[in-house]
């Protein structure tokens, strides 16, 4: 959930941070065996005046190669079988509803790069230097990662949003948007997405320092035939001293284009 990172992060002040996560996805998605996947980010961000730059890679451990790695998250495209998954438009759109059995079940775990994230955004909006911050981004996924084991999509992903962070008073709000023009695969078409994502929250001591968040997150329909990307998730951060913090989440996939349970770790370290 990037708005724990942002909740436990320092103020507009910091010049250069190093943040990363360590998250474990589960999930049978569309298919009838599950896809464990372990994913490794880790990023840059500068930040110069109402500017901020961030460039982020993953590395990626995959117990099979179903499900790629895009700017959308997760996406059960099958590997080399998408011709597959863009039938299953007939099937129902309930949890694993339908599942699709691909012929390579015995498949091994696969580890690699997957394709680097690189976003801009500009603040255009603070009351006086207090919250709530409106910020615009642009962003673009280069396709650079391989695409037979699940670690990218083989094409370009270019997006554009909003954020809104209400960070005063006794509680946390974060609100974000963004539309995603999603690169097709080889024999799967990705529909263009409308991606969200709304936390709120407060702190859990005096000082501020433990703070917890519940939220949900989403999109509209990525394939075709599969149900809308819905996730619930929780969290918690600890901001310690001189820009560093760490926080922990937990998310429930709500249909089969997302995971059934997903854990992870965050960190963010002012240099």
Do not use: C
Not at 140 to 169: I, N, Q, S
């Amino acid at each position: 959930m990037t708005a724990l990172l942002l909740l436990a992060s320092p103020g507009a002040a910091q010049q250069l941070a190093y943040g990363g996560s360590l998250q474990f996805a589960s999930g049978r998605y569309i298919f009838q065996q599950p896809t464990r996947t372990v994913v490794l980010f880790n990023g840059l961000t500068a930040t110069v005046g109402r500017f901020r730059a961030n460039v982020t890679a993953p590395l990626l451990a995959q117990s099979t190669p179903w499900v790629s790695f895009g700017a959308g998250g997760m996406v059960p495209s099958g590997g080399a079988h998408q011709a597959m998954v863009g039938q299953r438009a007939g099937f129902g759109m309930g949890m694993h509803e339908g599942a699709v059995s691909l012929p390579d079940s015995g498949v091994s775990t696969h580890m690699g790069l997957g394709d680097p994230l690189l976003s801009l955004d500009v603040e255009i909006a603070r009351a006086s230097g207090a919250p709530p911050a409106v910020r615009l981004t642009a962003a673009a996924k280069p396709p650079l990662a391989g695409v037979e084991r699940g670690f990218g999509t083989g094409a370009w992903d270019y997006g554009v949003g909003a954020g809104l962070a209400r960070t005063g008073g006794a509680g946390f709000v974060f609100l974000d948007l963004a539309y995603w023009v999603l690169g097709d695969l080889t024999d799967l078409e990705l529909e263009n997405a409308l991606a969200y994502s709304l936390a709120v929250g407060r702190p859990l001591t005096g000082d501020g320092r433990f703070a917890g968040l519940a939220g949900i997150s989403g999109s509209t329909r990525i394939i075709a035939g599969v149900a809308l990307p819905v996730q619930l998730t929780a969290g918690v951060s600890y901001r310690m001293r001189r820009g560093r913090s760490l926080g922990a989440t937990a998310a429930l996939g709500l249909s089969d284009a997302v995971p059934d349970l997903a854990l992870g770790l965050t960190w963010r370290i002012a240099l």
